[in-house]
Structures are given as structure tokens and as C-alpha cells.
């Protein structure tokens, strides 16, 4: 049964990608380190379900290389800011953390669960398991690419996966689809309420 480890790979993507912020340094440094793992590992637990082989393990490779590349860039970015929190050096910084590393970084996590859903096919999904995931993804997409200023790269996976789900009809497929729907109606809602997508830090949230 896929349905156990869809819940735990969406539950770790929420827990994993949203606690660093609320816990704040130094602990959330090292939440940072176990975070490829965690949702990695989480995901080959999908794979395994569905007995994942060809293209579908091909894909979720690349996306882990993205993921872990990119989070890596991300996390050292932070540390040499931290370090250097003024000058030519931060600008640097900013760059491979704000910029290139969390548009790498949810690349890969877009990609991987593009590649769970090709591995996943026709498997079957309880809808509260499919509830769940799409209401624990999409939350999260919401808030690390609102804060990640990649929103816009939500957007886009949104309509990609909408229009494969309602032609392909599975289930797994299904719950993602509506992930990145529910994503995307919270950037709209947040648009709409800011006047624009601000990054939750620049108004103090966190």
C-alpha cells in the first residue's frame, strides 16, 4: 500500500522544510542537516511501495541531486551569512541562498514528486490519505515558495500537474495535483491580501 508513505513523505516535507523557521538559529541549522534525509528517505519509501523501476527512478535521482544540491547551496549560504552579515560578501551570499539555491533547491523537490507520481501509476490511495497529502504538500509549497521567492515556480508546476491529473485520473497524481492547486490559490489569496507576494521575514512573520 502506497498510501502510509505518501502521508509520511508529505509529512516530512512539512515538518523538515517549515520548523527551521519557527525554531530560529543555531537549532535550525542542524534540522537543516537532517532534512535531505528525512525527505529523501521518505520518498524512496514511495518508491519501494510501488515497486519504482526505468524512467520513474531515473527522474527522482536527478530531482534528489537538485534537492540536495540546492539545499546545501542554501544552508551554507546562510552560515557564511550569519558570519559575514555585511558587505560585498552577504550580496554574494544572497545570491546563491535567496536566488539560486531555493530555486534549486524546490526544483528538485517539484521534480521528485513529479517522478513519485509517474512511479506511483494507478496505485490506490484511501481519500483521507489523498486528503492529507494534498492538504500537507500544498500548505507547504505555499509557504516556502512564498518565502523562497519561487512562487512563481509553483505556479508553473500547478499548471502542469492539473491538466496531466485530470487526464490521467490517478490517484496518487490526483493528491499531488491538488497540492499545487491549494498552493496555488493560498499565493493568490496572499497576493490579493498584500498587494503583491512578499516574503513572510519582510513583514515580520518570522
Avoid at 499531488?176 to 513572510?200: D, K, N, R, T
Amino acid at each position: 500500500m502506497v498510501a502510509r508513505p505518501l502521508v509520511a513523505f508529505a509529512s516530512a516535507v512539512l515538518i523538515f522544510h517549515l520548523l527551521p523557521a519557527l525554531v530560529g538559529d543555531p537549532a535550525a541549522d542542524w534540522i537543516d542537516l537532517v532534512t535531505p534525509f528525512a525527505v529523501l528517505g521518505a520518498a524512496a519509501l514511495v518508491l519501494r511501495a510501488v515497486a519504482a523501476r526505468g524512467l520513474p527512478v531515473v527522474a527522482a535521482a536527478a530531482a534528489a541531486i537538485l534537492y540536495v544540491d540546492g539545499h546545501g547551496i542554501h544552508l551554507a549560504a546562510n552560515s557564511i551569512k550569519h558570519e559575514h552579515p555585511r558587505g560585498d560578501v552577504l550580496s554574494v551570499a544572497n545570491f546563491w541562498d535567496e536566488d539560486w539555491g531555493h530555486f534549486e533547491w524546490h526544483l528538485g523537490l517539484f521534480i521528485l514528486v513529479a517522478a513519485l507520481c509517474l512511479a506511483a501509476r494507478g496505485a490506490p490511495v484511501s481519500l483521507t490519505a489523498g486528503i492529507a497529502t494534498a492538504v500537507l504538500l500544498g500548505f507547504t509549497f505555499f509557504t516556502i515558495t512564498v518565502e523562497g521567492g519561487t512562487w512563481w515556480l509553483e505556479l508553473a508546476a500547478t499548471a502542469a500537474f492539473v491538466p496531466w491529473a485530470l487526464r490521467a485520473r490517478r490517484p496518487v497524481l490526483s493528491s499531488c495535483a491538488g497540492a499545487y492547486a491549494l498552493g496555488a490559490m493560498l499565493i493568490g489569496i496572499w497576493a490579493v491580501w498584500q498587494g503583491g507576494v512578499p516574503e513572510f521575514s519582510d513583514i515580520g512573520w518570522i
